[in-house]
């Protein structure tokens, strides 16, 4: 027969921390505390089973469980002392819900459960406290009325605040005894006129509504969508923590509080709480009383006058002390505790691993390790690698005031304040005047890429979390706030309006690209600094990590901010950015307007030194690291204009007619250019483009040689391949022209030949495309376009239904789709390995950088991730957790 | 040891035509009339095996294949009573190249091989005829000069038209044996001059030299690139057959000529052919001379005043019918002969199968199992489906005249003349005049589509064989050509150019989808009629396939057609084709135009009567059959129209401002559109549309069955599915429709539901879609653009390219790609009937009339494919021929 109910309390428990599953976290380490000897107010915890007992036989309850409660309800009483709805001795209890992992939405705790008009009368007797007993009891009501009974908070708040008035009075501490003794009357007379029903007086009737109310807010939609969003299956259930209720508020004697172990702010290792005297728990939370520090450290860090509780209870705060530090060398992490002093005792009411900073974690982290705690696997698996990305951008000074305009998606990390320019132009001419600019557009497009260079932050009012204006910020490490729809931008007058408010091109806004936020002018920001800690922990995670990280990057800028973070190479260079410079853009123009070969030809030797200088500057960078090159891939008509001026102005410099240049366009123009003429169709059609981009490779190759003594390692990488001839046909104009330039230098080159795995066609037939291929590089981004059929520039109109609906958890274009793009990614890498055992596996897409990705492309046996640069702390950390992950279950990504 | 040559001649040979591998097509088949008995002038085959050799080796022959030559060449010495080389009575032979498969780009023929100064002595004195000597002899330096010393014709010719200018005559027939010795003379001098060496007086030396050229061949540009077009294996290789010469140029006894035997335009079973008295087998190709028939009946067909055959050389031709009719019996299909007479004697030099049209060879193979020489399985066999096509479309009048404007790419067959209109409203005012109307576009959307149903032919400037006119065109039998790069269309002044010549609207041109020719004017054209001997053929490919066949069809027209075709079902009833009629694009356009969903319900409800009678329309005619309808697909943006003047109509319409109307067309707008808001996640954002259609489905149901006797069987189609949920989500919309229906209506409703599979997500997660899903069909053009990355609609501009440099070899939007798209269908055929034993399987893209297409569908055990209704015939018999290769060969499709 099962077991339903487990006791705890008095240097004894029937359960402990291991058995969370059944006994949730808050009833788990109540027992475990108690096993430890700590002094714990006696209770019993009724299992998770019960909840999936109630759900699978139309919420009712196991046959035995009735006799069950009452024999640990006998248990508790005997511990305490007391007996349940005893006038003379009552027992009062606290009802908790408590699932395996924390979930906001449920019901949450249900104070002093056992009250009534007898016992209150016997509590008033036994603590000689009259204000005391019936405070106690129409908080219970209150609660219990809230939770259980579903009557609103404001119901009571009113009958307070008449009663205040009535007396004159302005604060619940002016109220005595005898006004919450006709408080707690006009309280049930409101309850029955809002449920029909009197105030349950027989407490085990009140302990059984409250069982029920947790169970049942378990299947509340606010649990089930916190579930949804959390992967939180609903077949763990909640259990339900029933415990003799201590008293915080009994006197000056008496006090409640929460301490951590350690500073969860910064991660320095001190006693760090606050308190109140004369106060439950619930008087903490509502904030109306300011509560005190634990340590006098504290107490001058606030600059407070109120005593501290090592100065007011000192004996007490030895004992807490000591407590804390035993539970932290039991439970090896930081913990977060709840107390309370009844009458000059201390009781533990909880305890749990602290909620930190991503700097105090990583602190902490360290600290533990040094002080032997913990080892440097432990110290990897506890920092969550996207908390890294807080550490690496600036961000909003938290006390400094300000006027939040409108919100929109935080796309890319950073705070920053600027002036606001319409037009990348705009932008540019402001930056070169040092002024700091942020951008703001509907959308961005590839055009506006020397723009977005030059602002500090960029704002759009269109696009997700994926979209160009998104990905280019984060690769860039430029802040981003996208999808502000509330913003309605006019162009032609130079101004946006948010509601009600008029911002002009040049005014300052300041947008936080961790948050969505974007506010009305200059707002304080703290700069980030890459902590010891910091460094330490990457040099540990390096120790553990299989997966090389390497780093998305074209501008000596973002290769030199890739390798200070620690990146082995370039996974992904991608050379049309480095077209759209104003200088180059006219030859690249001129290019796309040629009539033919000869003319396409003239144009391309222009850009041949200009891209050939590119690369000399990167490789001096990388100093030998490998760097993977990615030939031309976007579709031509993204290199020119679609105003009617911009068109003249091309027509004007590149000696066109103005219609020459707008039939060039229009002919150019596509439906679905995202599936159109590009990446290796562009080499096929025109192969003397690749063909430029190949020499200047080899010939930076040649050059970076002769200047530096370091080893130049180069990856060409072709782009969109669907068919391995394709890149037979791309890979013999690469060798032909590599040919040519190490015949004209008279020395050898060493570099290889690669793909894009980024169509489902090019995954399904790599085993005959790494026939040709050395090394893979899938690019997530495209793939994940492919394989779901959806454009990342247009997914903003249904995607965020789709997740309202369920239909999707995460947005695929941020976390790789492990079931249809990842089965295809395990498809390429099968297959390219049977074909060639050497090919070396990367992948380059937006999910390089994304830590649960990361995990994934561990299991599926890539050789390194590549990421923007100021992701690149992140992926080595998950990385390591992929690695350590392993070492502790052992299992291969494997498809259906 | 390897045998590098087959004797034949003299009522025996070493080979046959089961050896067509190793001798070629024409060796193989003149060994098998040797044994046969017929009359063949003695010979060998040299292997292609040598051929392979050849290349294998550094273009060098096996060691001992000179021996064999000279042993093979003394046999035909012996049985033809002549020696090669011998002034006195000398051998003559004749050199032609074989492959297994007819490869044109090859070397062909070099006759009267052996003639030098001295032989052509020995052949005057012989025939006693010196002019037929010298003819021969400067024939041959002809031939040999052009195909195997590589001088070209024109330089022979020239010193022909002098001889002629000097001795004012002005036919060849008009110089006599002496001009030939003396033109003879200026010929080997211009060989001398332009190759640097005697022409070759030795015939071992002429022998290999012919040899030599053939094997060459083999590997010359115009011979690869058929063989890439063709799937033909470079290592099959080529034979060369050496023969000796008879005449048919010895004098008036004398002749050479073609049979049949049957006629291969109709395939009535008659002697049909030509011949010329007189001449070698060259002048009846080169078209000098007219030929006379062979019979009777034929010149007075021909009103011809030359004796037919059958009267000029009665024994002979009675001997050449008695040939024919043993042939067509030993190879038991319609024989396409070569002959010559030489003084009164009958030599066969050919026999192959012969090529027909395609009614002669659905007569022919109709009547060859009446006669009992085939069976019903090996009829099926004989007919190539795509050849149906011509059967089913009125066709040009090949006799009457024509002006060729342009050429375009065939979309999709038919010819028709009619006035040019160059907008929808505009063809479909002069249509509602019964005036015949071409449409002339640019490039066709969805907007024009009442326009092109209304016209009977549509011509594009853009576009590619699977453009959005093509499949259109197509889908409703519309003839259509794309893609007429050389017309200049100027909307403005509603005139198109073509390079000089002017067409304005309301001009008469002429357009031949089969051919893609534009011409000026009305062109006669044919009606076709689907004979009996078609019908039967249908009856019998019935018999044997075991897909079933369904059209795609939303009109009453397309689904009667489909029917009178023999359609079993329609397999993709398209929704939104229905909702382009001017009346309902009004409704459609409001709903679009609507604030939020009660607008939007207002705007459906206009729509529910109109879609409800589509489908009482359909299912009256398709009777009890199945329909699959799917559900609403394109982005909604398609039904907006772009222009100002459009939508200002649009505005005035609805009752919104031009403002309105505009910025939800801009909102609505997509850089990607095939990658959009469309299909299920139109129906996630609006459920309310999919209700509508839902709604429509069911009542007409209940309406059909009061007014029919036939059940309804419907098949609800949810188009673009990338998740189960998704599909979950929509059934639950169609079921609470179709409870709330039955409830009205008092009845049950039988229907089911499935989805399409059209993204490689859907296929890879078959297995789960397939708990939801009762079908799939797979929507192969889209699967085709996600999984390869291609828009078809942008595909033009690099696919020809593509297609030049052999990187695909089809067009993977009209032959499906069976090694990406194929094993994504393979994947899911798999997952979804493990998951679901009883799920139908069915196709319902372009390439469901595609015969390559359905033979992969039927390896792949789909349950039906789906095609345009005019080309359901052409899968009839394809899927027929399925069955029969699998019975032939079993194999499955497998994937890697």
């Keep these: 027969m099962a077991k339903w109910t487990y006791g705890f309390g008095d240097g004894a428990a029937e359960g402990g921390a291991h058995m969370r599953d059944l006994l949730g976290g808050k009833g788990a380490n109540l027992a475990e505390m108690s096993v430890l000897g700590l002094p714990v107010p006696p209770g019993f915890t009724i299992t998770s089973e019960v909840c999936n007992h109630f759900y699978a036989n139309g919420e009712t309850y196991p046959a035995d469980l009735r006799a069950e409660v009452d024999g640990a309800l006998g248990q508790v009483e005997k511990t305490a002392g007391r007996r349940f709805g005893d006038p003379g001795l009552p027992l009062l209890v606290a009802v908790r819900s408590g699932a395996r992992a924390s979930m906001p939405g449920m019901m949450d705790t249900v104070l002093n459960l056992g009250l009534n008009e007898a016992t209150v009368e016997g509590l008033a007797a036994l603590t000689r406290n009259d204000r005391f007993a019936y405070d106690s009891y129409r908080r219970f009501i209150q609660m219990y009325s809230n939770v259980v009974l579903g009557v609103d908070h404001s119901a009571f708040e009113e009958l307070i605040d008449h009663r205040k008035e009535d007396k004159g009075v302005s604060r619940d501490t002016d109220l005595d005894g005898n006004d ?3 408080l707690v009357g006009s309280f049930k007379r409101r309850v029955q006129e809002e449920t029909g029903k009197p105030f349950p007086e027989d407490p085990l009737e009140q302990l059984w509504g409250a069982v029920g109310a947790v169970f049942n807010s378990w299947m509340n939609q606010r649990a089930i969508t916190y579930r949804r969003l959390n ?41 760090y709480g606050e308190f109140l005297v004369n106060a439950q728990g619930e008087d903490v939370v509502a904030g109306i009383r300011t509560p005190q520090s634990l340590t006098k450290a504290g107490k001058a860090a606030n600059r407070s006058r109120m005593p501290a509780m090592e100065e007011a209870m000192p004996e007490v705060y030895g004992q807490l002390v000591d407590i804390q530090h035993r539970l932290e060398a039991h439970y090896r992490d930081m913990q977060d505790i709840e107390f309370t002093v009844e009458a000059g005792r201390l009781w533990m009411l909880q305890t749990r691993g602290g909620k930190r900073t991503a700097a105090a974690a990583m602190r902490i982290a360290v600290d533990l390790v040094r002080e032997g705690v913990i080892d440097e696997a432990e110290a990897i698996r506890r920092i969550e690698p996207s908390s890294l990305d807080q550490l690496l951008h600036p961000t909003l000074d938290p006390t400094a005031p300000r006027t939040v305009l409108a919100r929109g998606l935080p796309a890319s990390p950073g705070a920053v304040s600027g002036r606001v320019a319409f037009n990348a132009e705009e932008a540019e001419t402001l930056a070169h005047q040092d002024v700091s600019v942020i951008l703001v557009r509907v959308e961005t497009s590839p055009e506006d890429i020397h723009g977005m260079h030059a602002a500090r932050g960029i704002l759009t009012t269109r696009g997700g979390m994926t979209s160009h204006a998104a990905v280019v910020a984060r690769g860039m490490g430029r802040a981003c706030v996208v999808g502000a729809g509330d913003l309605r931008i006019d162009y032609g007058k130079q101004q946006f309006t948010a509601r009600d408010r008029l911002v002009k091109a040049g005014d300052i806004i300041t947008i936080d690209g961790a948050t969505g936020e974007i506010m009305l002018g200059e707002v304080a920001t703290i700069e980030p600094a890459v902590s010891a800690d910091f460094e330490l922990l990457m040099v540990w995670a390096d120790r553990f990590r299989r997966l090389a990280v390497r780093a998305n990057a074209e501008t000596p800028g973002d290769a030199l901010t890739a390798r200070r973070f620690g990146a082995e190479g370039i996974g992904l260079c991608r050379t049309e950015h480095m077209f759209f410079d104003a200088e180059r853009i006219v030859a690249v123009r001129e290019m796309i307007l040629a009539d033919g070969e000869p003319g396409r030809r003239a144009a391309l030797a222009k850009l041949l030194d200009m891209q050939r200088g590119d690369f000399v500057a990167l490789f001096a960078i990388m100093a030998g ?125 060493d570099y290889s030949v690669g793909t894009m795995i980024e169509l489902p066609r090019a995954a399904l037939r790599a085993g005959d495309i790494a026939a040709e291929a050395e090394f893979f590089s899938f690019g997530t981004n495209d793939l994940t376009q492919t394989t779901f059929g959806i454009s990342r520039d247009d997914a903003g109109s249904f995607l965020e239904t789709y997740r309202q609906r369920g239909i999707i958890e995460k947005d695929p274009f941020v976390n790789l789709d492990i079931e249809g793009v990842g089965e295809l990614i395990l498809i390429a890498v099968e297959r390219g390995r049977r074909t060639r055992p050497t090919l070396k596996l990367g992948i380059c897409g937006e999910h390089g950088g994304d830590p649960d990705s990361i995990h994934f492309c561990h299991k599926a046996g890539l050789d390194y991730v590549s990421c923007s640069p100021y992701r690149v702390p992140i992926a080595r950390l998950a990385a390591a957790q992929a690695a350590l992950a392993e070492a502790d279950s052992p299992e291969v990504a494997s498809r259906e």
Tied chains: 1, 2.
């Design 180 to 182: 919450w003794r006709r």
């Design 231 to 271: 992967d939180i299956p609903e077949s763990w259930g909640t259990a339900v923590t029933v415990q003799a209720m201590v008293f915080g508020n009994l006197g000056e004697t008496s006090a409640t509080g929460v301490a951590f172990t350690r500073n969860p702010s910064t991660g320095v290792a001190e006693v």
């Design 625 to 749: 690291l490998p760097v993977t090159i990615r030939l031309l891939d976007p579709p031509l008509h993204e290199f020119l204009p679609h105003g009617e001026a911009e068109q003249a102005e091309v027509a004007r410099v590149t000696g066109r007619t103005l219609e020459e240049v707008r039939h060039r366009t229009r002919a150019l123009g596509e439906s679905n250019p995202m599936l159109g003429h590009r990446g290796c169709r562009l080499g096929v059609s025109y192969p003397e483009i690749y063909e430029m981009q190949a020499r200047a490779i080899f010939e930076a190759m040649v050059a970076a040689r002769s200047t530096a003594d370091a080893a130049v390692t180069v990856e060409i990488m072709v782009p969109l391949v669907a068919t391995r001839i394709e890149l037979t046909l791309m890979k013999a104009v690469i060798d032909r022209v590599a040919g040519e330039v190490a015949g004209e230098a008279g020395a050898r080159l």
